[in-house]
């Protein structure tokens, strides 16, 4: 199927990248008190290169970060305020993904967002696209598909702007959280085609534990440039991922085209019982730098190594994310790229 539009990869040049200031406590339940200063190291370092548009509650919630960037010595030059509220702010999944037409144009994507198909407050999420366009005033599209407005998570798909897509079978085929009911492989895969021009759709089957949106590829596989892909390995055999990632590698490795490049995760993390979903794949590409999750784990070391021989140009940068990671999500999880 012929697409009018095509979804840039990651590492394309971008105009700004997309996050929102954390607001809701509840994320990181006992815990929130760290969390903005880790907003703020983020947005220091991006907006070193490159726009930051930033979404806040409201007056009081720009004044109070304003206050924080400039006492981490951030250009605030280059960061943009929106006051849009949001109900949790995780803009990869529930800001807008942006395509670009044949002619080169931007047009912004407006899939639904539900809460992750878990949970009720989503309202304000879900305007968030179109509250930002009143601002970028770029078309606007809400995919459709059987009739039905389509549920799509930026994090559940990556993409090498070259026609191939990763994503997961958890994610949209099974039956817990389920965001598109009765939607087959076949469906997902026209939708991908008509909606982000792609033309291979590689399917892994589950992600890691701990991952509350139940299988979001941005957590274990991604795309480093358009023949190479960087996937999460676990060697321990009594880790619970060990099994599902290994499956994962089985399958990359039966494609022909692509160089697969594996990572170690870090050792399992917990708080308060829970097990945690960090992982070294959630990280954000920008214009000069990729910004990477860190764990204070011994594999800190060998993955910003690896991804640093992937990404010569780019300044490899490990973000603390122990804290942030009790949100269920990092670095890639918060943001959302805007191309050039």
Known sequence: MASQWRMPAEWEKQESILLAWPHHKEDWPGKFEPIPWVYAEIIRHIATHQKVRLLVQNTDAQKQAQNM?????????????????????????????????????????????????????????????????????????????????VVLEGGGIDVNGKGALLTTEEWLLSDVQVRNPGFSRDDYEEIFAKYLGIKQ?????????????????????????????????????????????????????????????????PRALFFEGQRLPASYANFLITNELVLVPTFNDPNDRIALSILAELFPKREVIGIHSVDLVWGLGTIHCLSQQEPN
């Open 69 to 149: 960037l400039s006492r981490a010595h951030t250009n605030l030059k280059y960061v943009e305020f929106f006051h849009i509220p949001t109900n949790r702010g995780w803009m990869r999944d529930t800001g807008p993904i942006f395509v670009k037409g044949t002619n080169g144009k931007e047009t912004i994507l407006d899939f639904k967002s539900t809460g992750w198909a878990k949970y009720p407050n989503h309202r304000l999420d879900n305007k968030v696209r179109e509250r930002l366009n009143e601002k970028l005033k770029l078309p606007l599209v809400k995919p459709r598909h059987k009739g039905r407005h």
């Open 201 to 265: 759709v590689i399917w892994l089957g589950n992600g890691i534990v701990g991952d509350d949106t139940r299988g979001h590829v941005d957590d274990i596989t991604r795309f480093v440039n358009p023949n190479t892909i960087i996937t999460m390995v676990e060697k321990n055999k009594h880790d619970p991922n060990h099994a599902s990632l290994k499956e994962n590698l089985r399958r990359l490795k039966g494609l022909r085209k692509f160089n697969i490049v594996e990572i170690p995760m």
